[in-house]
């Protein structure tokens, strides 16, 4: 896959090809992929019942901290905020994976935020851990599994609409944080080139064309650079 800083430099390369206009800020050519990004896959996937290949989906971390709520009773919070889930296909395929050797055996559940004070109370259910986004936008887990309060990270790989945003928390197959414009670009191969395309397109300058309007003989164009 490609990275998110060759996407970039691509783009910006043919921009100066284009142009002789120097600039073109990175951070603006990364915020036009996000928008054609998001666009690009939902022209392909919404209302469409086929499966989302796994290289449009991206990888953070979070960590935890163990929590007491009146309402929901023990949970682990996350202390980093989370991007939105998107939800194209009428699915939304969201994997959470512990940070370490702890918990391997333990299947984990995503529910609504309107169900999660209902679910994990089953005591012949202690092998599965339930998540949600809640309405602050902290990821929170609970179990009857009594260890589960000894969660300090998780890995958590889903499509996001925010692609910045959720790049900022991405991380490595250790669970170490990494800079996401050195991390793979969110989008299946294929598309990646008509999202150059798109965004080279949408940042050329437009160029100035004179026209001759006047009505007479002369070529009044030809002392014009």
Avoid at 19 to 37: A, G, P
Avoid at 40 to 63: G, H, S
Avoid at 118 to 125: A, F, I, S, T
Avoid at 144 to 157: D, E, G, M, T
Wanted: aromatic share 10%; hydrophobic share 30%.
């Amino acid at each position: 896959m490609a990275k998110f800083n060759e996407v970039a430099y691509i783009i910006l390369d043919e921009l100066k090809q284009k142009s002789d206009d120097s600039s073109f800020n990175i951070d603006h050519i990364v915020f036009i992929m996000l928008q054609y990004r998001s666009l690009l896959l939902k022209q392909r996937y919404t209302d469409q019942k086929k499966d989302i290949p796994p290289e449009n989906y991206q990888t953070i971390c979070v960590d935890l901290e163990y929590s007491q709520d009146c309402n929901t009773g023990e949970e682990v919070v996350s202390v980093q905020k989370i991007p939105n889930f998107t939800n194209l296909n009428g699915g939304e395929s969201i994997t959470i994976n512990p940070v370490g050797d702890v918990f391997n055996n333990i299947e984990y559940v995503y529910t609504s935020s309107h169900r999660f004070p209902y679910v994990g109370n089953n005591k012949w259910l202690k092998n599965i851990i339930y998540f949600t986004k809640g309405s602050d936008g902290l990821l929170r887990l609970k179990s009857r599994s009594p260890n589960f309060k000894y969660l300090k990270r998780v890995q958590i790989s889903g499509l996001f609409d925010d692609m910045l945003e959720a790049g900022k928390l991405a991380c490595d197959s250790d669970g170490n944080y990494c800079n996401y414009m050195e991390s793979d670009f969110p989008l299946e191969t294929s598309l990646v080139p008509v999202l150059i395309d798109m965004c080279v397109r949408e940042l050329t300058p437009p160029s100035y064309k004179p026209e001759d309007d006047i009505n007479n003989a002369s070529d009044d164009l030809s002392g014009i650079g």
